[in-house]
């Protein structure tokens, strides 16, 4: 089919050659035309449908995938949505050293369509408790060898997961060269991207660390402005059907991977880390010996209320292999380092910081970077021992270190080895240290993401809590690892501190975040400044600020805030800040539209809280319809008051519909407490 195409423009290209009305055409303008039907066509054929061998369905009927094979012994997959196309046949397989799953393959056997179920618990996201249900089906594929490569499909009615499974038994080690994976979007497709960051960039060549802007409502095509692919996740829309590609269950022998421009318009192929991003010399493409499987490529599909509330990040994470040692406590803390910086990392700063989490309820108080030569490790055990008066418990920051950064914040070079994690582990646990901030980490190979693994494999025994800055996405880790709590993977607060050009892009920054980011995982953006920052022209109102309490979600919430702050803010909003729960029952979509606003219910310690901000450049006139939420009729809302940095507050009844009307200001925002 190729070849024929091919000859049919070269003979297009031979006659736009000859002389029409006595002039040749241009040989540039010949290139152009030729450019162009050359891409049309080689849509045309990659798009063009092959025989089906089977399909599954979700539960509700909704959603199916469409399996296929094509004339080289591709694999393609294609999904629709109550009949309507969401993905066009794209292909599947796996290239690796020593084989090619990539073509030349004939369908073993399509299994049964079998039931998938699952509940669990989760402390530290959106939604306590969780129920999973699927249909799953494996297709079994072999090569002309008779070499096995099983691809699985477990199709929920919030979305599509597959992975690749090589069930062979085999010692010798095996190289991943590329993974064929790709996906198909209708050309009307509109996508909300966050490039991905070049390797050994940004400060103290520290990037990729997932801190990019996204790029909003973009032609699928677009190519990345970067050069080095698109993060997960990754939003699409066309019509009133949204997609929301991502990554889970990523584990040893995985590379963290990214989305890369394709070979034909509206495409994304699945791609691996650079080169560089290795943890001291070692593997960036997987390597492993056999049996192995891939983690899994997740597609949420369904309307924005449906990508909003998806777990699916979640469900399909590795549930954890043993309980933690001592008992996962969310919470909120105080600390110093984004208005005040390194420099305020001393004793008496951090002191008056652990009293100001005491003061306003909160569980702990971190101590950021320098602690250990600006306060040293007998003062930090004295300030330990002062939190624990207080109720208030002490994390502590580490450089993850090593030759891939040269941030030179300390202490660095403790996490480095298994006996250097364990001697620091062992002496932390007996000082009574909360937990962990380590930063600065180096990327997504293979390597890599196997140091993330030692390190919470090592501080589990300890029961140390974790949080990792400067890093890759969580993926679902915090199921599989309770003593994660939460990961930056986010251009957080502090770059708003950084320059105005950041706190400009704020509103539409933070109105992008509960439809992407933070999704799936926790997300530590350190959120909430009520009062002024130094040599920067606020774009955000303080109840834009006080919203994001309970937009963004986080096992520990990190307020950005400081004491002279906070005691600036009215008391019904510092009682707010006591009282907003750090452990989230239940979350709901309840309006709003990506980069523009976003409104949400969650419900925590008997309450719902519902929380929106406007991000848009003009009040904006919003009718909640909160009938979803039960019974309820009333509530307090705090909002913004009439003057700059100010608040109102005021007690709202819903209608009897359980709808309520508000008008929300240019970059502003509401929380409201249901009765």
């Known amino acids: 089919m190729q070849s024929v195409v091919l000859r049919s423009l070269v003979a297009a290209a031979s006659n736009a050659t000859a002389r029409p009305h006595g002039r040749r055409v241009p040989r540039g303008c010949i290139r152009v035309i030729l450019s162009m039907l050359l891409l049309a066509a080689t849509h045309a054929v990659a798009a063009k449908p092959t025989p089906e061998l089977g399909e599954v369905m979700s539960p509700d009927g909704k959603i199916r995938v469409i399996v296929s094979l094509d004339a080289e012994g591709t694999p393609h997959y294609a999904v629709d949505r109550e009949g309507r196309e969401v993905l066009q046949p794209a292909p599947l397989g796996l290239v690796l050293k020593e084989a090619d799953f990539s073509r030349g393959l004939r369908l073993r056997e399509a299994g049964a369509v079998t039931t998938v179920k699952d509940r669990y618990e989760l402390l530290t996201g959106k939604r306590r408790n969780n129920q999973y249900l699927a249909s799953r089906r494996e297709f079994h594929w072999i090569d002309a060898k008779d070499r096995r490569l099983d691809i699985v499909f477990q199709v929920s009615n919030d979305g599509v997961a597959f992975r690749y499974r090589l069930p062979d038994a085999d010692k010798d080690i095996q190289h991943l060269r590329e993974e064929a994976t790709a996906f198909r979007f209708p050309k009307e497709t509109r996508g909300w991207l966050q490039p991905m960051s070049v390797a050994k960039t940004g400060f103290a060549q520290t990037n990729p660390s997932y801190e990019e802007y996204y790029l909003q409502d973009v032609a699928v095509g ?63 493409n997987p390597e492993f010996p056999l049996p192995w499987q891939s983690p899994w490529r997740m597609i949420a599909i369904g309307n924005l209320k449906t990508i909003a509330e998806s777990t699916l990040g979640t469900d399909l994470a590795d549930p954890p292999g043993h309980p933690p040692v001592t008992p996962v406590v969310p919470g909120k803390a105080s600390w110093s380092w984004p208005l005040m910086g390194d420099d305020k990392t001393v004793y008496d700063v951090q002191k008056r910081f652990i009293d100001y989490a005491a003061d306003m309820g909160w569980r702990y108080t971190l101590i950021d970077s320098m602690w250990d030569s600006q306060i040293g490790y007998e003062r930090v055990r004295e300030l330990i021992d002062y939190a624990r008066s207080k109720d208030v418990a ?73 949080n990792f800055h400067g890093a890759t996405l969580p993926r679902g880790w915090q199921r599989t ?77 990190h307020y950005a805030e400081i004491p002279e702050g906070m005691a600036k803010a009215p008391d019904y909003v510092r009682d707010f800040l006591r009282d907003v729960p750090s452990i989230w029952e239940d979350s709901r979509y309840i309006a709003g539209y990506p980069g523009k606003q976003a409104v949400f219910a969650r419900r925590g310690d008997g309450h719902w809280y519902v929380a929106g901000i406007n991000a848009e450049a003009q009040t904006k006139s919003l009718e909640l319809d909160l009938s979803e939420l039960g019974a309820v009729r009333s509530g307090i809302l705090i909002a913004d008051g009439d003057g700059p940095l100010s608040f109102r507050r005021e007690e709202v009844r819903l209608g009897e519909d359980g709808k309520l009307r508000i008008d929300v200001p240019a970059s502003g925002g509401f929380v409201l407490k249901l009765e």
């Open 394 to 466: 002490i994390l502590l920051w580490y450089n993850s270190a090593g030759s891939w950064n040269q941030a030179h914040q300390t202490p660095r070079d403790r996490m480095l080895t298994r006996a250097s994690r364990q001697q620091e582990f062992e002496r932390l646990k007996a000082m009574g240290v909360a937990g962990l901030k380590i930063d600065f980490f180096g990327g997504d190979g293979q390597s890599f993401i196997n140091y993330y693994l030692d390190i919470m494999e090592d501080a589990a025994p300890y029961g140390l809590l974790l």
């Open 481 to 557: 690892y309770p003593n994660l709590m939460t990961m930056e993977s986010v251009r957080g607060l502090e770059f708003i501190t950084f320059d105005q050009h950041n706190a400009d892009q704020a509103p539409t920054h933070a109105a992008m975040l509960p439809f992407t980011r933070n999704v799936f995982d926790p997300m530590d953006f350190t959120p909430v400044v009520l009062d002024k920052i130094n040599k920067i022209e606020r774009r955000t109102t303080p109840a834009f600020e006080l919203a994001q309490s309970v937009l963004f979600v986080s096992g520990i919430q």
């Open 222 to 284: 677009t190519p990345t402005p970067l050069g080095a692919g698109w993060v997960y996740p990754a939003l699409f829309r066309n019509g009133d059907t949204w997609v929301l590609l991502s990554e889970g269950s990523l584990s040893r022998g995985h590379a963290g991977s990214r989305l890369l421009d394709g070979k034909v318009a509206g495409e994304y192929r699945v791609g691996f880390p650079d080169p560089r991003e290795n943890f001291q010399g070692g593997p960036v």
